[in-house]
């Protein structure tokens, strides 16, 4: 059962240009949502992670600036712009706060024109 | 400072053999570990946790933890060409209030050869 849906899976961004990224989740009890970013090199890095709708979070980056808006229960999204560098942003969800499993979504992978 | 080290970078197992990964804390406050497994195109997936000392074991995973080195392993038995994948440890700090927020390793590549 797939737990998130993650739009678009793959993007074409002109140098300059801003894109933005949606993660629906589909099951309520995985409240707490994060991004996670993956480099071209594979690493892959926490970015924010947003519990509850109205919620929003900025943040710089080398290669990339990002907005993060919780916008309702099931809804996460991301604004990706100044991006330099291609890479991959997998939504996340988990049950609570405590240290469980994250489940990743499928990951929107981006790359620079 | 990479704050969580893993080798090998890249590994190499005949069908059947025993791949084993290693990963290394550089930050007293991770005391929670995860190993995570990626295949090619897909997000990573969790395999398995370890909070305490010592090993354990889920079918042919086994993991080990020292926590006094900040050390932990993963061992892959009687390892299947479908276990070809990118292997990362994790780590999220003590208090365990922040579970969400991982830390990853640099990641290992296996390759299982039939």
């Known amino acids: 059962v797939t737990l998130l849906e993650q739009n678009p899976r793959w993007r074409l961004v002109p140098r300059g240009q801003a894109v933005n990224l949606r993660c629906i989740l589909k099951?309520?009890?995985?409240?707490?949502m994060s991004w996670y970013q993956q480099d071209l090199q594979k690493q892959l890095q926490w970015l924010f992670t947003?519990?509850?709708?109205?919620?929003?979070?900025v943040k710089s980056l080398p290669g990339a600036d990002y907005l993060a808006t919780r916008v309702t229960d099931t809804e996460l999204r991301l604004q990706v712009a100044n991006m330099s560098q291609g890479r991959t942003l997998y939504c996340t969800c988990?049950?609570?706060?405590?240290?469980?499993?994250?489940?990743f979504g499928h990951g929107t992978k981006l790359s620079v024109l | 400072q990479q704050k969580v080290q893993q080798s090998p970078e890249s590994l190499s197992v005949p069908e059947g053999g025993m791949a084993s990964f290693n990963c290394t804390s550089s930050d007293r406050n991770f005391q929670y570990f995860w190993w995570y497994r990626q295949h090619s195109g897909e997000g990573p997936k969790a395999l398995m946790s370890i909070f305490s000392d010592g090993d354990k074991k889920e079918g042919r995973f086994t993991a080990h933890l020292n926590k006094a080195s900040l050390h932990v392993s993963l061992h892959i038995r009687d390892s299947q060409p479908s276990d070809s994948a990118l292997y990362f440890c994790?780590?999220?700090?003590?208090?365990?209030?922040?579970?969400?927020?991982?830390?990853f390793g640099t990641g290992t590549s296996l390759l299982v050869d039939p």
């Open positions: 099951n309520s009890q995985y409240p707490w």
């Open positions: 988990t049950p609570g706060q405590t240290n469980e499993r994250l489940f």
């Open positions: 947003l519990r509850s709708p109205g919620d929003k979070e």
């Open positions: 994790a780590a999220s700090e003590h208090g365990g209030n922040m579970g969400y927020k991982l830390t």
